[in-house]
Nanobody
C-alpha cells in the first residue's frame, strides 16, 4: 500500500514537503507520481518520476515543485516551494509496484493528503 503524508495549512509563498511510502512485499517500484484534486475539479498530474529518475511536471507547478525518490526506502517526495492558493487540493501519490509473491505488478493509490494554501 501507499501512505502519503506531509500536508497541512501554509501561507502563500511558503514551502511544504510531501512524502509517500510504499509498504508490503515489494520486489520493485516502477513509475511513481503525484496527482492533486481540488474541489469541483478533475484530478490532475502534478509530477511523475520513473525508476530511472526521469521527471515530468504539470505546467502549473513547473519550476516550483521538485519530485524525487529514494528507492532504498521505497519512498517518493514532493518538495513544494512558492506555494499559491491555487495549489490547494488533496494530493494523491501513485505507483506501479511489483510484488514478490505473486510476482505481479499493480497500480496503487495513496489515501491523499490535504494541502491548503492561504492568501
Amino acid at each position: 500500500q501507499l501512505q502519503a503524508s506531509g500536508g497541512g495549512l501554509v501561507q502563500a509563498g511558503r514551502s511544504l514537503k510531501l512524502s509517500c511510502v510504499a509498504s508490503g512485499s515489494i520486489l520493485s517500484i516502477g513509475d511513481m507520481g503525484w496527482y492533486r484534486q481540488a474541489p469541483g475539479k478533475q484530478r490532475e498530474l502534478v509530477a511523475r518520476i520513473t525508476s530511472g529518475y526521469s521527471t515530468v511536471y504539470g505546467d502549473s507547478v513547473y519550476g516550483r515543485f521538485t519530485i524525487s525518490r529514494d528507492n532504498a526506502k521505497n519512498t517518493m517526495y514532493l518538495q513544494m516551494n512558492s506555494l499559491k492558493p491555487e495549489d490547494t487540493a488533496v494530493y494523491y501519490c501513485n505507483a506501479y509496484v511489483v510484488l514478490t509473491s505473486p510476482r505481479l505488478g499493480y497500480e496503487y493509490w495513496g489515501q491523499g493528503t490535504q494541502v491548503t494554501v492561504s492568501s
